[in-house]
């Protein structure tokens, strides 16, 4: 069986991006495949984090894994930190990593802002991130567009470690999804939808109640035409709504068009937030079942113990392989 691993930072706001992106991948796939999925708390710590809300989050974050449908009989759910290899091969890939090649990391650009005084955390993240996915012999890594040039970087650190040393690393494939990967922010269809951003209205929380999300969704940007018509180019706002109500409908974009031939924006978004609604609902009654459960904190300290169990063959062999330790 084929092992996959991804993981989530525990920032809070996971929303709709992130499920139709990624999460809804990591459902899929635990039938076939030996799946293991981690809250990235030590990547959340790249910007400063309040230690209490932090906690808090990670739990959030675990809960809705499992609310989605990651079934802890299938897959191992943990937290990154109850791990200590990942900061151990974290630094190992540092010392072969080059500076050159983070410095054109976009993410990186995207939230240093050129200061001084960004944390170097922000700088070594993408290091961090292929030390989760190589530490577990891992050969596909489901995540959103976004990360592409995250797994490209990690896939080169392990072939450069690979082609100097013995064989230490699985070379990993990303799997990115055609509809989902890259879901937009409502209020401005330019940029992806973001945990991060200001506006809650930009975006549609997991745990969002039917009336913010009727209300984000009522709001989205669209354009004047006034035509459902599915064009990212010229229509980016109609067109990330169609996406959404394409995939969570299971409707495809062209019967999409036939259907609102004649027909207004008003009519098609009272629509999708029908079916947002819909969607999402199973997703919060779960949720608030397991959240405060004992079974949620056992379920991740088992997961823990299990890729604890996985790690340390792979470190056993980096160090072997580096020549450190006894
Ligand atoms: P931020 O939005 O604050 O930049 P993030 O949501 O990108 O944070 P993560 O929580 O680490 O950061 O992302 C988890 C997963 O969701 C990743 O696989 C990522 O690629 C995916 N993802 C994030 N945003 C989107 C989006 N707008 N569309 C599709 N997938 C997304
Ligand atoms: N950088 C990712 C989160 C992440 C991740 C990983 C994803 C950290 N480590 C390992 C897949 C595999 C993001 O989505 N921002």
Known sequence: ???????????????????????????????????????????????????????????????????????????????????PGHAELSWVLTCNSYTGELSRMTQFKAKSHNKESAPTGLFTYPVLM????????????????????????????????????????????????????????????????????????????????????????????TDSEGVIRFDVENKPGISNLMNIYSVLAGVPLEQIEKDYEGKGYGDFKKDLVEIVVNALAPIRERYEEIRHSDELIEILKDGAVRANAISEKTMARVKKNFGLGL
């Open 1 to 83: 069986m084929k092992r996959v691993f991804s993981g989530v930072q525990p920032t809070g706001n996971i929303h709709l991006g992130n499920y139709l992106g990624a999460l809804r991948q990591f459902v899929e796939l635990q039938d076939d495949h030996e799946c293991i999925y981690c809250i990235v708390d030590m990547h959340a710590i790249t910007v400063p984090q309040d230690p209490k809300v932090l906690k808090e989050h990670i739990l959030d974050v675990a809960a809705l894994y499992l609310a989605v449908g990651v079934d802890p009989k299938k897959s191992i759910v943990f937290v990154q930190s109850d791990v």
């Open 130 to 221: 292929a030390a989760d996915i190589l530490l577990y012999a891992t050969d596909i890594v489901p995540v959103g567009n976004d990360q592409k040039q995250h797994i490209e970087l990690c896939r080169d650190i392990a072939n450069r470690i690979n082609n100097t040393r013995k064989k230490t690393f699985v070379v990993p494939d990303g799997r990115f999804l055609k509809e989902g990967a890259r879901i937009m922010a409502l209020d401005d269809p330019t940029q992806k939808m973001s945990k991060s951003a200001e506006n809650i209205h930009s975006r549609i929380s997991l745990l969002d109640d039917p009336a913010k999300i009727k209300k984000s969704i009522m709001k989205a940007t």
